[in-house]
C-alpha cells in the first residue's frame, strides 16, 4: 500500500495496483475500446456510498447522436433504455429513472440513476474499486482504471479526443483525510481522466482516498458485516 500520510495528492498514480484486498466493481467503461474510439465518448460516473456498501449511482454518456441511433445489430448502440437493462441485471440494483438530451446538435447525453444495495455487484473489465480498512477509524479507497490502446494511432486519435474528459465522482460515509484528487467537499472527491492524454496507450490509472468513519456499529450493520466475511 502507498504512503498517503501527505494530504492532497493531487497526481494520478500509473501503472500500480497495490495489496488486493477486497474488490469492489464499477462500471465505469461498459463497452469496448472500438466503440470508443468512434464515438467520441465521454464517461461521468457518480457514486454516494453509505459505510455498508450501498448506496446511490448516476452514470452519463456523452455520445455521438449516430452512436445513440445505430441498428441494434452493429452492437454499438448506446441509449438509455440499453445502460438500464445492463445496470438491472445486476444482482441488488434497482434503476430509477433514465434520460437523454441533446448536448449539442452532434452529440447526446445518456444517463441512468440506481440504487445498490452492495457496489461489488457491478462489474466490468476495465475498471474496480478496493475499499480497505486501515484500522483507527479510517478506510482507503482505490479506484483501478484500466485504457487500452493502439500506440500507432495515438497522433490520429488525439486529434479526435481533444477536450474530452471523463470524470469519477464519490461522496463518502465520512471526512476525506487524504487523496490524489480534487476534493469538491469535505467527505468528496472528483478524479478527472483526460482523454487526450491517455488515448492511443496502455494505462493503468489508480484513484485514491482515505476518509474517516463512524466505527460505532449498530446490531443490523453488525450482522452484514459477519454475513459478509462468511461469504
Same mark, same amino acid.
Given at each position: 500500500?502507498?504512503?498517503?500520510?501527505?494530504?492532497?495528492?493531487?497526481?494520478?498514480?500509473?501503472?500500480?495496483?497495490?495489496?488486493?484486498?477486497?474488490?469492489?466493481?464499477?462500471a465505469?467503461?461498459?463497452?469496448?475500446?472500438?466503440?470508443?474510439?468512434?464515438?467520441?465518448?465521454?464517461?461521468? #460516473?457518480?457514486?454516494?456510498?453509505? #459505510?455498508?456498501?450501498? *448506496?446511490?449511482?448516476?452514470?452519463?454518456?456523452?455520445?455521438?447522436k449516430?452512436?445513440?441511433? %445505430?441498428?441494434?445489430?452493429? /452492437?454499438?448502440?448506446?441509449?438509455e433504455?440499453?445502460? %438500464?437493462?445492463?445496470? %438491472?441485471? /445486476?444482482?441488488?440494483?434497482?434503476?430509477?429513472? @433514465?434520460?437523454?438530451?441533446?448536448?449539442?446538435?452532434?452529440?447526446m447525453?445518456?444517463?441512468?440513476?440506481?440504487?445498490? &444495495?452492495?457496489?461489488s455487484?457491478?462489474s466490468? #473489465?476495465f475498471? &474496480?474499486? @478496493?475499499?480497505?480498512?486501515? !484500522?483507527?477509524?479510517? /478506510?482507503?479507497?482505490? *479506484?483501478?482504471?484500466?485504457?487500452? !490502446?493502439?500506440?500507432?494511432?495515438?497522433?490520429?486519435? /488525439?486529434?479526435?479526443?481533444?477536450?474530452?474528459?471523463?470524470?469519477?465522482?464519490?461522496?463518502?460515509?465520512?471526512? =476525506?483525510?487524504?487523496?490524489?484528487?480534487?476534493?469538491?467537499?469535505?467527505? &468528496? =472527491?472528483?478524479?478527472?481522466?483526460?482523454?487526450?492524454?491517455? =488515448? *492511443?496507450?496502455?494505462?493503468?490509472?489508480v484513484?485514491? #482516498?482515505?476518509?474517516?468513519?463512524?466505527?460505532?456499529? *449498530?446490531?443490523?450493520?453488525?450482522?452484514?458485516? &459477519?454475513?459478509?466475511?462468511?461469504?
Open positions: 500500500m502507498n504512503d498517503m500520510s501527505k494530504p492532497n495528492q493531487n497526481k494520478l498514480e500509473i501503472g500500480r495496483t497495490g495489496r488486493k484486498p477486497h474488490y469492489l466493481f464499477l465505469i467503461t461498459m463497452i469496448s475500446l472500438i466503440a470508443l474510439v468512434n464515438s467520441c465518448i465521454e464517461i461521468h #460516473a457518480k457514486f454516494k456510498l453509505n #459505510a455498508d456498501g450501498s *448506496g446511490y449511482g448516476r452514470i452519463d454518456y456523452v455520445i455521438a449516430g452512436i445513440y441511433s %445505430a441498428p441494434d445489430e452493429e /452492437k454499438l448502440a448506446i441509449n433504455d440499453k445502460l %438500464a437493462e445492463i445496470i %438491472a441485471k /445486476k444482482e441488488g440494483f434497482k434503476v430509477i429513472r @433514465t434520460g437523454s438530451a441533446y448536448e449539442n446538435e452532434n452529440m447525453r445518456v444517463w441512468a440513476e440506481f440504487e445498490f &444495495k452492495d457496489i455487484k457491478l466490468d #473489465a475498471s &474496480k474499486y @478496493t475499499v480497505e480498512d486501515l !484500522g483507527n477509524g479510517k /478506510k482507503e479507497f482505490r *479506484g483501478h482504471y484500466r485504457i487500452r !490502446g493502439e500506440l500507432h494511432q495515438r497522433e490520429v486519435l /488525439k486529434s479526435m479526443f481533444k477536450d474530452l474528459n471523463s470524470t469519477i465522482e464519490v461522496e463518502f460515509p465520512g471526512k =476525506v483525510i487524504s487523496t490524489n484528487g480534487k476534493t469538491v467537499s469535505s467527505r &468528496k =472527491v472528483l478524479w478527472i481522466i483526460p482523454a487526450e492524454e491517455y =488515448v *492511443g496507450r496502455d494505462v493503468d490509472l484513484f485514491v #482516498a482515505q476518509f474517516e468513519y463512524n466505527k460505532k456499529e *449498530g446490531i443490523l450493520e453488525k450482522i452484514k458485516r &459477519k454475513i459478509k466475511n462468511v461469504f
